[in-house]
């Protein structure tokens, strides 16, 4: 009888032959044995493939699909998992060596939570440390925590372990959103089901160098999946709460938008946070938008 698959990792890539193997690397690494590696080549067209298969023949389950995004990559990583536990990675991030057995360990001794993450090494395209994302600063306990996480719903997806019920039950990462999918799932995983946080820093995630988040569609992106968590979570976390909650995201993106110049967008998100709640704080940082983006209005009328 073949022994029985605790941990898949599931690794999506597209043209990142170099770097994912950094990600498979700490994989091997972890000192708890990892299961099962599934690789999902997102179509690379950079020799992922031919690479990947000589350097690790069977240690990795390989995988290769048509270029359809880091979700479906994703979904089609845990639609072929054998694992009780999937734990996700990004073929430029990496684990350090405790994350698995410091995550079994405590999925093992929680079993009505579906999900548990870790303080995140945030880190540039030359591997040096930016900050540390300390999840505790926004999940102050471990249980039911969408009334907290709504406020900052950020995930690392590197960060994440989850149980495969999880999945069978939300579904998976949602294809249809270009960015924000990790914090849409994030969201729609704490409507229904416990989270909890290993408070130590057990993966790095690298920032700033190719990815999606810099997209100026990342704004909108992000104000649709907070609405619709705002719209789902009504009788679960109390009004108040959710009006603040939308009230800061619309701020937060209406700076963004401002420095993409995008500036009708950009007033018209601000004005709708300040209708939403009296929030003094908030506000005052409505308030500092105006000469922050006046003078990025006038900047972009210079020349050069």
Same mark, same amino acid.
């Given at each position: ?52 298969? $000589? ?5 990795? #389950? ?27 990675? +990004? ?7 405790? /994350? ?20 995140? $090494?945030?880190? +540039? ?10 999840? #505790? ?32 039950? !939300?579904? =998976?990462?949602?294809? =249809?959103?270009?960015?924000?999918? +990790? ?26 160098? +190719?990815?999606?988040?810099? $997209? ?17 979570? /009504? ?22 938008? &401002?420095?993409? /110049? ?6 018209? &998100?601000?004005? #709708? ?21 006046? #003078?990025?209005? !006038? ?6």
């Amino acid at each position: 009888m073949a022994p029985a698959i605790e941990v898949s990792a599931i690794i999506p890539t597209y043209n990142r032959r170099e770097l994912v193997v950094r990600a498979i690397d700490s994989v091997l690494a972890q000192t708890r044995r990892v299961d099962e590696i599934v690789v999902i080549d997102d179509g690379s067209t950079d020799g992922t493939e031919a690479y990947l298969r $000589e350097r690790y023949g069977d240690r990795i #389950r390989y995988a290769w699909q048509p270029n359809a995004g880091v979700s479906a990559a994703r979904n089609h990583g845990m639609s072929i998992a054998r694992g009780r536990y999937f734990a996700l990675l +990004d073929s430029d991030d990496e684990w350090l060596p405790e /994350k698995t057995a410091r995550q079994v360990e405590w999925m093992e001794a929680h079993p009505d939570f579906g999900m548990v993450i870790c303080d995140v $090494e945030r880190v +540039d395209g030359d591997h040096r440390l930016i900050d540390v994302f300390r999840r #505790r600063d926004t999940i102050p306990e471990d249980g039911w925590v969408l009334r907290w996480i709504i406020h900052n719903p950020a995930l690392a997806p590197a960060s994440a372990m989850l149980r495969r019920e999880v999945v069978e039950d !939300v579904g =998976g990462f949602d294809t =249809g959103l270009r960015t924000a999918e +990790d914090i849409d799932f994030h969201l729609r995983v704490a409507q229904r089901w416990r989270i909890g946080v290993v408070e130590a820093s057990l993966v790095r995630a690298m920032r700033g160098h +190719d990815g999606l988040s810099a $997209e100026s569609s990342t704004y909108d992106d992000y104000v649709r999946v907070v609405e619709r968590a705002v719209e789902n979570a /009504k009788g679960m976390v109390d009004d108040t709460e959710l009006r603040r909650a939308l009230a800061a995201t619309y701020a937060r993106n209406a700076r963004g938008m &401002l420095i993409r /110049k995008r500036w009708r967008d950009g007033w018209n &998100l601000a004005a #709708r946070a300040w209708r939403l709640t009296p929030d003094r704080a908030l506000r005052g940082d409505l308030l500092k938008l105006v000469p922050f983006g006046l #003078r990025r209005a !006038v900047r972009s009328l210079l020349p050069g």
